[in-house]
């Protein structure tokens, strides 16, 4: 291969890889070092809103006046745990309108730009840690590939 065939097939995979979302085979929740990554960065972009034990706000299924909802639970007592994973990561990357629609009222930010996807995926690492057992392999038989 020359050169010149070189830098065309290197072009071709950055097009082919631009825009792409980031996919794992699956939560690494069992990988401490990434759990603990996800804990740091959780603490520092998640917790102000979903809680630091993961329980979310008050009242979190209902509306306020202003027709936002509080952000839910991250714990088995919520619903991130019915999501598969792939799911999970790009409602964290995207926001909840690339499922929802534009005009839907969320308080929730988009992360892409902000957060690697690898620290996307850490972070959703450390949220599953902390399920019970029995929500973890509910979670994994679920939504195993």
């Not at 990988?31 to 329980?55: F, M, P, R, T, W």
Request: proline share 6%; hydrophobic share 35%.
């Amino acid at each position: 291969m020359n050169l010149n065939q070189i830098i065309i097939a290197i072009g071709c995979a950055v097009i082919a890889c631009s825009g792409q979302v980031a996919i794992a085979d699956a939560i690494p929740y069992t990988d401490k070092s990434k759990v603990n990554l996800g804990q740091s960065i959780y603490e520092q972009n998640c917790a102000s809103c979903h809680g630091s034990n993961l329980e979310g706000q008050f009242n979190w299924q209902k509306r306020s006046a202003d027709g936002y909802l509080p952000a839910p639970p991250h714990d088995e007592t919520g619903h991130t745990w019915h999501h598969p994973d792939q799911m999970l990561f790009e409602f964290t990357k995207y926001g909840p309108q690339k499922f929802a629609g534009a005009d839907y009222k969320s308080k929730m930010p988009a992360y892409d730009g902000k957060l690697t996807d690898d620290e996307i995926w850490n972070v959703l690492a450390y949220i599953k840690s902390k399920w019970p057992d029995q929500i973890q392999r509910k979670h994994t038989e679920a939504f195993s590939k």
